[in-house]
């Protein structure tokens, strides 16, 4: 059974050959069921073993009165979080499959062509660009470049995890801050574990992956940033609430060298009147790191793969461990 927040929304996620599998594999309810249409679906959703959900869909009728047969639910986004904590649907023993890989494969790439760009100087260098005086005379700022620089990934997720596979081809030095991280699993990866501080004090460029929770909710503050080296760079695609605002706005306007990229802010948008969108060396992006438009389909494939991993009885790749939900941003 589809449970998406309109009837054809679901076309988004999935290709007509990905539609055709899922029709192969299971027997599809015929109707997509939405907030609104539900009560007419009540006795199908009472028979039903498996849904596929994505963001924004009514997942809060998922109850065991509802869905009282449910088995698993497989979820075309990210976090399950939210609602897989208020369902209690590792109490109920069902199974949770999410498409954060795939989701996290894109947000890799997006934070991927930031580093190597920041370490080029090249954001820096564009403000640089538009004054013809230093454009004339060779003065526009020029990075420490790409090779044997170093790059900081404060929380080592599953982002910062395919991350550091795509870094693998490249010639930074990683550093990773993250306190679930041994010395042995370091080395593995090939990186350097090192504090919050050291982080932001060697790192040419830092990107923040550290997962949404309150203890770590305005964690990045003046002090870091200040700290960090001539022309580096703080990239966002994490989670906004991480980020002391109003220290970040102190220290762009005291440090016109660095270049903070924010894909995510809190709240988000800024309201009209924030000073994020005056600061010169301060670069928003709309949240777009992660899967949109054309690329949902990666999401959509995900899936399916994992449903027939769970129609054969095979293990899955992607089920999350709801007993660690608490850790999950």
């Known amino acids: 059974m589809f449970l998406m927040p309109d009837e054809t929304g679901y076309r988004s996620f999935f290709t007509p050959p990905q539609l055709a599998r899922l029709a192969e594999l299971t027997r599809l309810h015929p ?16 028979d039903c073993e498996v849904v596929l959900t994505s963001w924004s869909s009514p997942v809060e009728l998922l109850t065991a009165g509802q869905f009282p047969k449910l088995k698993a639910v497989f979820y075309c986004a990210g976090s399950v979080k939210g609602f897989a904590s208020a369902l209690s649907l590792r109490e109920r023993g069902i199974v949770v499959v999410s498409a954060r890989h795939a989701n996290s494969v894109m947000v890799a790439r997006f934070c991927l062509a930031q580093i190597l760009l920041g370490g080029k100087g090249y954001f820096r260098n564009t403000r640089d660009c538009r004054d013809h005086t230093l454009t004339v005379t060779g003065q526009c ?13 404060l929380g080592l997720g599953m982002v910062a995890r395919e991350l550091c596979r795509l870094l693998q081809a490249t010639d930074w030095q990683v550093l990773a801050v993250d306190p679930y991280l041994g010395e042995d699993e370091a080395r593995r990866l090939n990186l350097r574990k090192v504090s919050l501080a ?11 992956h550290l997962p949404n929770l309150p203890a770590l909710r305005a964690v990045l503050n003046h002090d870091l940033f200040a700290a960090m080296p001539p022309g580096a760079t703080f ?52 949240h777009i790191a992660g899967v949109m438009n054309g ?23 992607w089920a999350e461990n709801l007993e660690q939900l608490d850790r999950l941003g």
Do not use: W
């Open 295 to 317: 690329e949902l389909p990666m999401l959509g494939g995900l899936i399916v793969s994992e449903l027939e991993r769970y129609c054969a009885g095979r293990p899955l790749q």
């Open 31 to 46: 109707a997509i069921i939405t907030r609104d249409n539900f009560p007419a679906h009540r006795a199908a959703a009472a």
């Open 141 to 153: 700022f020029k990075g420490r470049g790409a090779y044997q620089s170093k790059v900081a990934l």
């Open 198 to 208: 050291t982080a932001f004090r060697e790192a040419v460029v830092v990107s923040n």
């Open 235 to 286: 990239i966002n695609t994490g989670r906004g609430a991480q980020v002391n605002e109003a220290h970040l706005l102190q220290a762009a306007g005291e440090r016109p060298d660095l270049t903070f990229l924010l894909d995510v802010t809190d709240p988000e948008p800024p309201p009209a009147d924030s000073p994020l969108y005056r600061r010169p060396n301060v670069q928003l992006s709309s």
